[in-house]
């Protein structure tokens, strides 16, 4: 069991990963969007999503850093386990609860805003579920790292090497079912999340337009060398009325 | 210099009737699906009105075009790259619906379906975002004419700031008493402009002007739906199609721009007020016109801009940079730089969002004609025309505020060119000889003058659109690359792909409306008979016109019976 779950579904998962976002980028340029909502209502958004986007943002540096920095290196620089823990207790668990702030307020606004809910589509909520798992069992690891409740378990030799292993294509099985249960369950929920990633709305993380910083102003892009221009008509262009909205939902 | 083509549209508010014809044919031809209900990439607001969407112009709410750093460079209104980005989350200041408006059906088939009763059934509002039962409040023209102007006038930014710089006693503010008020219509398309902000406020890039021809589109495969540039067009001619959930704006047609027909609001527009045809501009001096310090010099700074296509250098320029022969003979026929250029009758719509706006208007004499005549002068008189531009200063100002940054000298030069017309051509007509000195009194030959009442009041549809098409040695190069058999009558055409009716590969979009309306220009019966071989018995309901039911336009009541004459037995 141990083996297939350390060891077989992460790399499923990543295979659904690159091989689902490329699939996706070829045939489905067209669905790759936010699908704002922010035109049905905007009051409850604006305080949602930014606490949920920032926080997640965060959230991810904060993996990036406790799962690719060994500990061997920030121990090299001095920092203490307990130091490590207090920042990673303070700025994760800051980050960790504006993103289930945020998402909270996001969700509620899905639920009672009509136009917002009409949008939602069941891909949406299947979605949801996951992030919200996924952050909400963060959130409990976190307190089960320093402590609260119980022991204090140091992720950092277990977790993490397990997560370096899996790229280095040697996964390291022993070290990861040594962690406790939360971990666990919070890494699969994590892998099931990536899995289904490319197939929902959450691609659009992938086209963060940090090239915006860079690129001119002004566009201008010859007629000839356009691919596009005549595609098929898409799931998008459909017809207008109460009763088709119906029946597609 | 960088010599570009740009296919710009003039419009002439005088002979603008307000009959939404434009709008309404355009909404069915682009924005007759689902997610783009309450969009008007076409839209006629009567002015002062608040316009579509409400309040658009005030920029200090919405935050659109670009503005002036300390150090005297634009930048977007919104703000910065960086400060773009970080907003992307919640765009802070994007309309709402309900600042367009809630679009909506009406439940028709209650009408049919309601059982016999006393009472009659009623086809009650449904909103078509909900679903639900709705009560209209507002549409993209609900102060047509002026319709309850008495109360929200003031709502008109534009009147907003007039009534504001009202200081001393005697000037008067605008009023909205029946007999105190003006207007006029204001018919508006996304501007094409040179300097785009829309395209600024882009985070993924997806918005680009064509080098061709400087049409701007949003590539609907390169949208991701940060929804910036609704906010950076001053204008609001983006709009978030809520279904796809993408960007979409006013195309200029280009399908029909290629193969040389005019836009569809051009083609349909009654009052034949809409004028079609080539700019060439200097590229590399558009950043520096659009950052001229005086707001009141924009209007200048953008004529310069535009090159005199009989110049030799320019000539010469155009040729470097590939610009076909045909293209520059079109533009040296370009009704629109005529109007803008040389007659200096056609201004931008609110210059100093500096945005370059291409879609010009020739300012309405109208407003000060009907005052005139309302009081019972001669409206076509020079004198009393003329003291009246000066004296009227109400609507004067308004359409300053408007059309060049509220500099009431440009717009009081091209209205006296509009009264001289007038009066010129009316002697003219009754047989009297013309009086050179009314083209004298506003600067221009009488040849001239004659030259601009041909192209502004006969207005011959070849006049009006001089449209340069797509070129057809590099027609192989263009998006529709593919084999050209396999398109209508061709050889190569096959069945519809193997899921149903619109699978498969599609046709392409100029292909397809080309040869439908060729078809239909040249024909002189409903269309479908000579087309059924094409469509093997089916009828083309898009190019349908409405004559008779021709043969496949029902499909037969039984196997083998396809004529729709036939009875029902």
């Known amino acids: 069991m141990n083996t297939f779950l350390w060891g077989v579904l992460p790399y499923l998962c990543i295979a659904s990963l690159v091989g689902g976002t490329i699939w996706r980028y070829r045939y489905d340029k067209f669905g790759w969007t936010t699908r704002s909502s922010q035109l049905y209502e905007s009051r409850l958004l604006r305080i949602g999503s930014p606490l949920f986007h920032f926080g997640i943002l965060l959230v991810f540096f904060g993996h990036v850093g406790g799962l690719v920095i060994p500990e061997s290196w920030t121990d090299a620089v001095g920092v203490s386990e307990g130091l490590y823990h207090f920042n990673a207790l303070l700025f994760g668990g800051i980050a960790g609860v504006c993103t289930l702030v945020g998402i909270l307020i996001l969700v509620y606004r899905r639920r009672t805003t009509g136009p917002v809910f009409m949008a939602t589509t069941k891909n949406d909520k299947l979605m949801y579920v996951f992030l919200v798992a996924a952050i909400v069992l963060g959130l409990w690891t976190t307190l089960v790292s320093v402590g609260a409740g119980s022991e204090a378990h140091n992720y950092r030799e277990t977790v993490s090497p397990w997560f370096r292993s899996v790229f280095l294509l040697r996964p390291d099985v022993a070290a990861m079912a040594a962690a406790p249960i939360q971990f666990h369950i919070h890494a699969i929920v994590g892998m099931l999340l990536f899995a289904l990633w490319p197939f929902t709305r959450l691609v659009h993380a992938f086209t963060a337009p940090l090239h915006y910083l860079f690129r001119p102003y002004i566009v201008y892009r010859s007629r000839d060398r356009q691919v596009s221009g005549s595609r098929q008509t898409r799931p998008g262009w459909s017809g207008i009325g109460t009763a088709d909205r119906d029946r597609q939902r | ?569």
């Open chain 2, 1 to 569: 210099m960088r010599v570009m083509a740009q296919m710009g549209m003039v419009m002439n508010l005088d002979k603008c009737i307000g009959c939404h014809t434009c709008s309404v044919t355009c909404k069915q031809a682009w924005t007759n699906r689902a997610g783009t209900e309450y969009v008007w990439f076409n839209n006629v607001e009567t002015r002062p009105g608040q316009g579509y969407p409400r309040r658009y112009e005030d920029q200090e709410t919405w935050k659109g075009g670009w503005t002036l750093t300390n150090r005297g460079n634009l930048k977007l209104k919104a703000g910065g790259r960086v400060q773009k980005l970080l907003g992307i989350f919640a765009s802070p200041v994007q309309p709402k619906l309900a600042d367009y408006y809630e679009p909506w059906t009406y439940d028709y088939q209650t009408l049919i379906e309601a059982p016999l009763g006393d009472d009659f059934p009623v086809a009650r509002p449904k909103s078509l975002i909900t679903g639900e039962n709705t009560k209209i409040t507002w549409s993209a023209n609900w102060d047509d004419n002026l319709g309850g102007s008495s109360e929200m006038g003031e709502l008109d930014p534009i009147v907003a700031k007039l009534n504001a710089s009202v200081r001393r006693e005697s000037e008067e503010k605008v009023r909205f008493e029946l007999e105190k008020t003006f207007m006029f219509y204001l018919p508006r398309i996304c501007e094409h402009c040179l300097n785009p902000s829309c395209m600024a406020s882009c985070p993924s890039g997806a918005i680009y002007k064509r080098e061709e021809d400087g049409i701007v589109l949003v590539d609907q495969d390169r949208c991701r739906g940060w929804r910036q540039c609704i906010t950076g067009c001053p204008y609001k001619k983006i709009y978030f199609n809520h279904k796809s959930g993408k960007a979409e704006k006013c195309t200029f047609c280009y399908p029909r721009v290629e193969v040389g027909l005019p836009t569809v609001c051009s083609e349909t527009c009654v009052g034949r007020l809409r004028y079609l045809g080539l700019f060439l501009y200097d590229a590399d001096r558009v950043t520096a016109a659009a950052a001229t310090p005086d707001e009141g010099d924009l209007y200048e700074a953008q004529l310069d801009l535009l090159l005199d296509p009989s110049d030799p250098e320019v000539i010469a320029a155009a040729r470097r940079e590939g610009i076909p022969d045909d293209w520059m003979d079109a533009a040296r026929r370009s009704p629109v730089y005529a109007l803008a250029k040389t007659y200096r009758v056609a201004l931008p719509l609110h210059p100093e969002y500096r945005t370059m706006p291409m879609v010009w208007y020739v300012p309405p004499l109208s407003p000060i004609v009907d005052v005139l005549s309302s009081q019972g002068h001669d409206a076509e008189d020079r004198g009393v025309l003329f003291g009246a531009i000066e004296a009227l200063r109400i609507p004067v100002d308004y359409l300053a505020e408007l059309f060049t940054a509220g500099r009431t000298d440009i717009i009081t030069d091209v209205l006296q060119k509009l009264a001289a017309m007038r009066a010129y051509m009316r002697d003219v007509s009754l047989g009297r000889d013309g009086d050179p000195a009314i083209p004298e009194a506003v600067g221009m030959s009488e040849e001239t003058l004659y030259e601009m009442y041909r192209l502004m009041a006969i207005a011959k549809y070849a006049d009006r659109y001089v449209i340069p098409t797509a070129h057809v040695e590099r027609a192989h190069e263009l998006e529709e690359i593919g084999c050209s058999l396999d398109f209508d009558e061709g050889p190569g055409m096959y069945e519809s792909g193997p899921f149903g009716e619109a699978s498969g590969r599609p046709a392409p979009v100029a292909v397809e409306t080309f040869n439908a309306l060729k078809q239909r220009q040249t024909s002189d019966s409903a269309m479908t008979t000579t087309a059924g071989g094409g469509l093997r018995g089916r009828v083309n309901l898009l190019n349908w016109d409405g004559n008779g039911a021709p043969d496949g336009l029902f499909p037969g009541a039984s196997a083998g019976s396809s004529d729709p004459t036939e009875a029902p037995r």
